[in-house]
């Protein structure tokens, strides 16, 4: 039962551009969204978070936005660096559960 | 190094052995969590710790699976009679205590992972 999805296992970008990374959820009942970024031989390492009441969270060059009633959200990294290449995965969390979801991850890669 | 650390960092075994992680968490976090993390996948959790009290366990822990905390500091899992589909990494995680409220332990610390190779 995957209620976290991220449909593109890879994206690739020129450095400087955008990446839009995407993430879909299936339970409405979400309260925080989360985005985690992971190279390899490492764990995940937090970017950034937004709570269900919001609809965009800016935090330097990473920006999340929610759209609830498409049960979406996305990851913009503007401008995209090499150093940005990694996996990144979208995690959600209810207010009142301690269980974090996970999609299953998009590897991106800028490209210099 | 203040991270979450975890050993060993590679496991490879035979099937049907038995095999145990260790996880050291932040020091000062008392919310530790397990995940389990096949190729191509995101991690799954598998149990969460509040201190030395386990307050969740997922579907996926089977009876094979057993985790402690017993002194709210390190964890340690371990599975019995390992199956070739236990082959995976296992991330342990930790966090602040929620005292605050949710942001206070929504930002998870992972450690690198321990990679376990069933043969």
């Known amino acids: 039962d995957q209620q976290v999805k991220q449909n593109s296992p890879s994206l690739s970008v020129q450095e400087g551009r955008i990446s839009i990374l995407n993430c879909d959820y299936t339970?409405?009942?979400?309260?925080?969204f989360l985005w985690y970024k992971k190279y390899p031989a490492e764990g995940p390492t937090f970017l950034i978070s937004?709570?269900?009441?919001?609809d965009k969270n800016e935090d330097g060059r990473f920006t999340v936005f929610l759209n609830k009633s498409a049960k979406h959200l996305s990851l913009h990294i503007v401008p995209s660096q090499p150093g940005d290449s990694a996996v990144y995965f979208c995690?959600?969390?209810?207010?009142?559960?301690?269980?974090?979801?996970f999609g299953t991850g998009t590897s991106l890669t800028v490209i210099p | 190094d203040t991270g979450v650390s975890q050993n060993p960092r590679h496991k490879i075994t035979k099937r049907g052995q038995n095999v145990t992680f260790r996880c050291d968490p932040i020091?000062?976090?008392?919310?530790l969590y397990w995940y389990r993390q096949t190729l191509g996948q995101g991690p799954e959790f598998l149990t969460y710790?509040?201190?030395?009290?386990?307050?969740?366990k997922s579907r996926l822990l089977s009876d094979r699976f057993s985790a402690e905390r017993p002194k709210g500091s390190f964890s340690t899992l371990e599975i019995q009679r390992t199956e070739q589909g236990d082959s995976a990494m296992y991330l342990c995680?930790?966090?602040?205590?929620?005292?605050?409220?949710?942001?206070?332990?929504?930002?998870?610390?992972f450690g690198p992972g321990t990679r376990l190779t069933v043969l």
């Open positions: 339970n409405s009942m979400f309260d925080y």
């Open positions: 995680a930790s966090s602040p205590s929620g005292l605050a409220g949710v942001w206070d332990y929504i930002e998870q610390f």
């Open positions: 020091s000062e976090h008392n919310r």
């Open positions: 710790f509040q201190n030395e009290a386990q307050l969740e």
């Open positions: 995690a959600a969390i209810r207010d009142t559960g301690n269980q974090f979801y």
């Open positions: 937004i709570s269900s009441i919001k």
